[in-house]
């Protein structure tokens, strides 16, 4: 991969770490208790900005490395699927077993984009939320091999 693209991903990966490091307190917070309007409000907006992040970098990798970007009303949806794709320029850039995690991340961008936050569960954010860490070190892995290979 290009050096200035392989530079920007990783610029990127920097500011999803710091996003991530900054909402440790509140992640610690609901280990502990269920959050309240606030705090779900601000979860919603943590966990968009998460997926945002990784969107951000997808961008750039499929900008570069694909004939064409995914346009049209599911173009958010095409782009992930995409990230699971071998093409004749690039190997896949995540794993499979990301799918289905990543997917869910969608989904509650999706809806935090179209709903207000009176509308937030808790159980619909938790599982999310308390396993972003671990989706994260996949994401960050699978990145780390696409940079080497690519």
């Not at 009303?73 to 699971?84: P, T, Y």
């Amino acid at each position: 991969m290009d050096n200035i693209i392989t530079q920007k991903v990783l610029f990127e990966i920097d500011q999803i770490d710091d996003h991530i490091n900054s909402s440790s307190p509140l992640f610690n917070l609901c280990k502990i208790k269920e959050p309240d309007y606030v705090e779900k409000c601000a979860i919603s907006m943590i966990l968009h900005s998460f997926y945002n992040g990784i969107e951000n970098i997808l961008l750039l990798i499929i900008k570069n490395k694909d004939s064409n970007l995914p346009n049209g009303i599911r173009w958010h949806k095409e782009l992930l699927n995409k990230a699971f794709e071998k093409t004749d320029n690039r190997t896949e850039i995540f794993r499979a077993e990301l799918n289905i995690p990543l997917n869910e991340y969608l989904k509650f961008r999706h809806f935090v984009r179209n709903t207000y936050g009176f509308q937030l569960k808790w159980e619909d954010m938790k599982t999310i939320l308390l396993n972003l860490h671990i989706v994260w070190d996949g994401i960050k892995e699978d990145l780390k091999i696409f940079i080497e290979n690519n």
